[in-house]
């Protein structure tokens, strides 16, 4: 079985300061990927990154930074200087051999000017 | 990046009415998924369909509704009698056939019913 767990409810942090998503994970494949979503008040999906489980280079792109370790089963994303533009809700999700999706039950972030 | 493809993007219909959420996956693609978030809630898997059949479902996946891969290219999701609480977002996904590709997701229909 998969697991996704984000204990991170809701955050509000101030503009220009940093945040860190966490997500941890279950599964009991040797393969998969990881995913995280951001989903704005107009609800699609946006997707932002995919990691294989092969791959645990830590990725940047711009103000996001991942950090993948799996000794720690974990996917974490941290977003440098926060805009009130990344107020959204993030999932994180996991993709195991055959099986489906499975989703965190996503963070909330919000970005006080 | 490849696109998976949901028609329309808002649909808002009466309770009790038949509905008909529309997907184009990527080609050469053979998984195909539907899920569903309610507003405010978490993503939750609906079914997953290969070969022209289920492969696995839910147990919100009741006798209300139905997938099928009418024509080859798109994958539809039915609701037969709306109720209010299937208003919600449904997200349609899709991976290829090699184990341990990853799925790209649809931008979601939201439906309203009234």
């Known amino acids: 079985a998969q697991k996704v767990t984000q204990a991170q409810t809701e955050i509000s942090v101030v503009e220009k300061e940093d945040v860190t998503l966490d997500c941890v994970y279950e599964?009991?494949?040797?393969?998969?990927?990881l995913f995280w979503y951001k989903q704005p008040p107009s609800g699609e999906l946006v997707f932002l990154i995919r990691?294989?489980?092969?791959?645990?280079q830590n990725e940047i792109s711009g103000r996001y930074s991942w950090n993948f370790q799996k000794s720690t089963s974990s996917f974490n994303f941290t977003i440098t200087a926060s805009q009130v533009v990344d107020s959204a809700v993030y999932f994180c999700?996991?993709?195991?051999?055959?099986?489906?999706?499975?989703f965190g039950t996503g963070t909330k972030l919000q970005v006080i000017p | 990046e490849p696109e998976v493809t949901q028609t329309p993007s808002h649909q808002v219909t009466q309770m009790g009415q038949e509905v008909i959420l529309r997907c184009v996956p990527i080609?050469?693609?053979?998984?195909f998924y539907w899920y569903r978030q309610i507003l405010g809630q978490k993503v939750e898997f609906l079914v997953s369909?290969?070969?022209?059949?289920?492969?696995?479902k839910s147990e919100i996946f009741d006798d209300q509704f139905s997938v099928e891969r009418p024509d080859g290219s798109n994958f539809t999701l039915k609701i037969r009698s709306t109720k209010l609480e299937d208003s919600a977002m449904y997200f349609c996904?899709?991976?290829?056939?090699?184990?341990?590709?990853?799925?790209?997701f649809g931008q979601g229909t939201r439906l309203t019913v009234v």
């Open positions: 996904a899709s991976r290829g056939v090699v184990r341990n590709t990853e799925a790209f």
């Open positions: 599964t009991r494949d040797t393969t998969y990927y």
């Open positions: 990691r294989n489980s092969f791959d645990e």
């Open positions: 999700a996991l993709l195991g051999g055959y099986q489906k999706v499975t």
């Open positions: 080609s050469n693609h053979l998984y």
């Open positions: 369909f290969y070969n022209n059949e289920i492969s696995e």
